[in-house]
């Protein structure tokens, strides 16, 4: 399977607790994407990689919530002191530079639970 | 209010109807305008892309822009089962790189 992967599909965690998930994008891409998508709601940008480069982040990426993307390949997601409103699915796409936001492929995504 | 504004439904139609789908947004600078399907618990999958306004087609799929209205559609033809699935209009300006997706609509085709 060549398309974006994530890890792990499923976590449920108490508040307070911290977690990472991880992304590997589609091998050739170099633009990393990461969304946040609530129950009924259409996802929502959260921030993005060129190569190891952090080049945007939205308000949503409060304090507690950390990206990186170490080696310009693989990112992961850290979000520290967990909260109940952070319970949702947390979404990774991948693009080529040249295609831009328009040729974003996204993974299956993460799902957070916290109790 | 929102930047993009799509009807949540759900919406169920009988299998074979034609499906129309559609998205309003504020932002004139969206110049790339897309439908992403996703399927329950697994992550968006694109499916149409358009430039700025006009029509595109792509087999039972047309999408169409309308920028002076600031209106996109989707149109499904001979609508199938397997379309059942939430359909997310998203956009975005010349030179960004992020998606704005309106809320998504649950769409369902019955047999």
């Known amino acids: 399977d060549t398309g974006v992967s994530q890890d792990p599909r499923h976590k449920i965690t108490k508040r307070g607790q911290n977690v990472t998930f991880r992304c590997d994008p589609i091998?050739?891409?170099?633009?990393l994407y990461w969304y946040r998508q609530t129950l009924g709601q259409g996802p929502e940008f959260l921030t993005y990689f060129q190569n190891e480069a952090q080049l945007e982040k939205s308000r949503l990426l409060s304090d507690r919530f950390s990206a990186e993307r170490p080696k310009g390949s693989f990112s992961t997601l850290e979000i520290q002191r967990t909260e109940q409103g952070d319970s949702a699915m947390y979404l990774c796409a991948s693009s080529l530079e040249l295609a831009g936001a328009r040729g974003q492929f996204f993974g299956p995504g993460t799902r957070l639970t916290v109790l | 209010q929102k930047e993009v504004e799509q009807d949540p439904g759900p919406l169920s139609v009988p299998e074979g109807a034609i499906v129309s789908l559609n998205c309003t947004y504020s932002n004139s600078a969206f110049q790339y305008f897309m439908w992403y399907r996703q399927y329950s618990r697994k992550g968006p999958e694109l499916l149409m892309y358009t430039y700025s306004s006009g029509n595109k087609e792509d087999g039972r799929f047309t999408a169409q822009v309308d920028k002076s209205s600031k209106y996109i559609s989707l149109f499904i033809r001979d609508s199938q089962p397997s379309d059942s699935a939430t359909y997310l209009c998203?956009?975005?300006?010349?030179?960004?790189?992020?998606?704005?997706f309106g809320q998504g609509t649950r769409l369902t085709i019955n047999p």
């Open positions: 091998s050739e891409h170099n633009r």
């Open positions: 998203a956009m975005s300006a010349r030179g960004a790189q992020k998606l704005v």
